[in-house]
């Protein structure tokens, strides 16, 4: 696992530092919110010896990033990779036969390394492209429910961005974009001897304000 997250950040450093070298290039200080949630088959009928419940996916969660963003300008189009730490996580509601409710968090800080490419139109722009997420910890309340899940949510995954953006005056860089998965976490986790999926990768909706330098 300590060699997988070294080759991670290797591969982005050298990234950033061979694009340094090309021309049109801009690099700067990005930071913003986002709002995440997990998605998973709904449990039901779960037994704890003494109450029965269901396991649903409940509200999104705020976090938050911050890191590095860089940019190749060609004409119209533009490469943009970035590196960045990120926040991220949902809620599971553990939903009992009585009506009460438990919220069982699930928490992830990780490195995001996107590469999107996209066309500007003026000082718009719309890109997209894949994001490799490394977890370096966590926080997962769902293992009091089924083991299985601790080894569930952890490692390197991938997913998708797509999103706008505006750059003001040439040095402010807002942005708006959601993320999506394309990779999970693990294929099931077991409960009651019933195998569920659950996709441990935070789908979420992401603003961004960044400095050009």
Do not use: C
Not at 65 to 72: K, S
Not at 113 to 137: C, D, E, F, Y
Not at 150 to 160: K, M, N, P
């Amino acid at each position: 696992m300590i060699m997988k997250k070294l080759a991670f950040i290797s591969i982005a450093v050298l990234f950033i530092s061979v694009s340094a070298n090309a021309q049109l290039f801009q690099y700067g200080l990005k930071a913003g919110i986002n709002f995440s949630s997990i998605s998973m088959d709904e449990v039901t009928g779960i037994t704890d010896g003494s109450q029965v419940y269901d396991l649903v996916t409940g509200e999104s969660v705020a976090g938050y990033q911050a890191g590095l963003m860089t940019r190749v300008n060609i004409a119209m189009l533009f490469v943009q990779p970035e590196l960045y730490f990120t926040t991220t996580g949902g809620v599971v509601e553990q939903v009992y036969e009585s009506g009460t409710k438990e919220l069982l968090d699930v928490k992830f800080n990780r490195f995001d390394i996107p590469l999107l490419v996209g066309v500007k139109l003026g000082p718009a722009r719309v890109n997209a492209g894949p994001v490799g997420s490394m977890v370096i910890s966590s926080v997962n309340e769902l293992v009091e429910v089924s083991q299985d899940l601790e080894t569930l949510t952890g490692g390197l995954t991938w997913g998708f961005q797509a999103g706008i953006g505006v750059d003001l005056f040439k040095k402010l860089a807002i942005d708006a974009r959601y993320e999506g998965s394309l990779s999970q976490y693990g294929d099931s986790f077991t409960v009651g001897g019933m195998d569920h999926t659950l996709d441990a990768r935070p789908s979420q909706w992401i603003v961004t304000v960044g400095y050009w330098f």
